[in-house]
């Protein structure tokens, strides 16, 4: 699993951006597949993310996920929930010791936020529709709601698809120039003719700027190319994969 020095200094916060090494999944979800909207078995999932809970010091019924759809709704946790009756979400916060906020991802940006000095903490997910339609905005506005400062937010940025392997459409730059004419620095020419390799890592982080929030930290990975390490949505289109694993990333307030 990744940590990042920031949140590990952070007192009575415990986190990880876990790999897909470590769990008991076979085939393309080999093999700590968190997902149970994958098409791996469902007690394989379960034993995958008791590991990761296990790694972190926590029981299996802390961790909390949410039926991502790229939205910019968050949840305030008060206590955990079985995975199928998750509620459908991008981004949790809480205050409560205990709980362990936990994000799948395959590609897109996940986010684990942690006020460094009010007990307060957040995680989130944010692919370029949820980025764009302010799933960043809305978690921090949640945390302060419960006593944090965005100034005093340590936010990492976890394993995502890097520039160089996301390659968009003529028509994508458009909703985000739309947004910010400075949002232009996150598209480079792509090889192929009005297409473009989009930065999404760094328009999250700008994004979270923008908000007072200083203390950001990204991590030099990218989902896609890194095969053995990772899950990848896109990698598995381009080898024609059926399905794809989804890698856990998960915050808690220990008690």
């Not at 920031?6 to 979800?29: E, K, M, P, Q, W």
């Not at 390799?197 to 982080?205: K, N, S």
Request: aromatic share 8%; with cysteine; net charge negative.
């Amino acid at each position: 699993m990744i940590t990042v020095s920031a949140l590990n200094d952070v007192a009575r916060v415990r986190h990880a951006f876990f790999t897909r090494g470590g769990g008991v999944s076979t085939g393309i979800y080999a093999s700590l597949n968190c997902g149970y909207g994958s098409a791996d078995a469902a007690e394989n999932v379960t034993r995958n993310r008791a590991r990761a809970m296990e790694m972190m010091e926590q029981p299996a019924s802390a961790l909390v996920t949410v039926d991502q759809r790229h939205t910019a709704q968050v949840v305030t946790v008060r206590e955990t929930w079985a995975p199928g009756a998750a509620p459908v979400a991008d981004a949790m916060v809480t205050d409560v010791p205990g709980i362990a906020l936990g994000i799948l991802t395959a590609d897109c940006v996940p986010l684990l936020f942690a006020d460094t000095e009010k007990a307060v903490i957040g995680a989130a997910h944010a692919g370029w529709k949820g980025a764009l339609g302010g799933v960043l905005e809305a978690t921090v506005a949640a945390m302060a709601a419960l006593g944090a400062d965005p100034a005093r937010l340590a936010v990492a940025v976890g394993p995502s698809i890097s520039q160089r392997s996301y390659e968009v459409g003529p028509e994508f730059p458009r909703p985000f120039l739309d947004e910010d004419g400075e949002n232009e620095q996150f598209f480079a020419p792509a090889r192929r003719d009005g297409h473009f390799m989009f930065d999404l890592p760094a328009y999250v982080a700008r994004k979270l700027a923008r908000q007072g929030v200083t203390e950001v930290i990204r991590t030099p990975c990218d989902t896609c190319r890194e095969a053995d390490r990772f899950f990848s949505y896109r990698r598995s289109v381009q080898t024609g994969e059926p399905d794809y694993g989804r890698c856990l990333s998960a915050i808690v307030l220990e008690r």
